[in-house]
């Protein structure tokens, strides 16, 4: 019913920038709360940053000055702009949303499959 599809990830030196994007598509009323998280290898995911009724923002403390999420709330879409990226940040970026269905009520989350984010030093 809900598909969340991410795209951007890719390979950058230390120092540069991406930009992520995640569409959320199908039959969704209503959007609570967006949000990216991150998996590098052997190690746990963990939450970089969300966006809640498409204003309230929360960083985690590693990306804070050099992460900025941000909606398009009129095409169900959620970005990360990321700056000064170091190889710390390499791992598998993936797109959360909790959101209502437009038909049998309740607030549901939802995931895609991730885009690959590597830093080089």
């Known amino acids: 019913q809900v598909q969340l599809v991410e795209s951007g990830g890719g390979l950058v030196q230390a120092g540069g920038s991406l930009r992520l994007s995640c569409v959320a598509s199908g039959s969704i009323f209503s959007i609570d709360v967006m949000g990216w998280y991150r998996q590098a290898p052997g190690k746990e995911r963990e939450l970089v940053a969300r966006?809640?009724?498409?204003?309230?923002?929360m960083y985690a403390d590693s990306v804070k000055g050099r992460f900025t999420i941000s909606t398009d709330n009129a095409k169900n879409t959620v970005y990360l702009q990321m700056n000064t990226l170091k190889p710390e940040d390499t791992g598998v970026y993936l797109c959360?949303?909790?959101?209502?269905?437009?038909?049998?009520?309740?607030?549901?989350?939802?995931w895609g499959q991730g885009t690959q984010v590597t830093v080089s030093s």
């Open positions: 959360n949303s909790d959101l209502k269905l437009r038909v049998g009520g309740g607030t549901f989350r939802y």
């Open positions: 966006i809640i009724s498409g204003s309230k923002t």
